[in-house]
């Protein structure tokens, strides 16, 4: 059977379809043998990066002979960074000459 690892993307990363196949390996599996053919049954599942939280990407493991393994690869997309969030508003300090500017003002 296949190894899934979970696949972690930063807020605003998308995730590719290289990320989640990359994520999919089939241990013991002769290396001198034709490799199996790892894919993302439906590209649509991929996570943009703007919504944070955990998705499941189905994925077809398809061998030399025909036959198939189906696998959920998590994917999880991290929380928006608070300095990417927000902005803060500046405002112009305007004092009159030889006023001296405050930590409030």
Do not use: F, M, R
Not at 57 to 71: A, I, L, Q
Request: charged fraction near 30%; avoid cysteine; glycine fraction near 6%.
């Amino acid at each position: 059977d296949p190894n899934v690892e979970e696949v972690n993307k930063d807020h605003g990363t998308p995730t590719t379809e290289e990320d989640v196949t990359g994520a999919v390996t089939v241990p013991d599996y002769p290396s001198e043998k034709e490799q199996p053919v790892i894919t993302v049954d439906n590209p649509d599942q991929l996570p943009d990066g703007n919504t944070p939280g955990k998705t499941e990407v189905d994925v077809t493991v398809t061998y030399p002979d025909g036959t198939k393994d189906h696998v959920k690869v998590p994917v999880t997309v991290g929380e928006e960074a608070d300095n990417d969030a927000y902005d803060p508003n500046v405002e112009e300090v305007n004092k009159d000459h030889g006023t001296p500017t405050t930590e409030e003002d």
